[in-house]
C-alpha cells in the first residue's frame, strides 16, 4: 500500500516540512516581495498534492464521490498542520486563511480533474 502512495507521502513530508520549519528560514531568503505568496504557495501545494494523489489513483475511482472523498484526506491534513502550527512550532501561527486557500488549491485539482476524466481512457 505504501509503494501505491509513494508521491502522495512523499509530497506530504515535504508540506509538513515546508509547514513546521522555521518561518525565519524564509523570510531570511527574501527572493519575492510578492504580497500575500503565502497564500499563492498554500494554494500551489495543495492543488499538487490532489494532483498527485488523483494521478496515483486515477484507474481506482469509480465514481465522483469516490475522488470527493479521497479530496477530504488533504483538506483535514493542511487544516490539522494548522493547528499544529499553533501547538508545537514558536514561530508560526494557525491562519484560517491558510486552511481556505489550501482547501482551494484541493477543489481545483479535483474540478479540472472533473473536466478532463472524461478524456481520460481507462484500463
Known sequence: ?????KF????????????LANAKTFE???LFDIPYLDKMVHFGLYFFLMSVIIIEHRNYFENTRQLILVALIP????????LLQSGITTTRKADILDILFNSAGV?????????ISPYHRQK
Not at 8 to 19: D, E, P
Not at 75 to 82: A, D, T, W
Not at 107 to 115: G, Q
Open 1 to 5: 500500500m505504501i509503494w501505491r502512495n
Open 8 to 19: 502522495s507521502i512523499l509530497v506530504s513530508l515535504i508540506i509538513l516540512y515546508l509547514s
Open 107 to 115: 477543489s481545483a485539482a479535483l474540478v479540472i480533474w472533473l473536466f
Open 75 to 82: 483538506f483535514f491534513f493542511g487544516s490539522l498542520i494548522e
Open 28 to 30: 531570511s531568503a527574501g
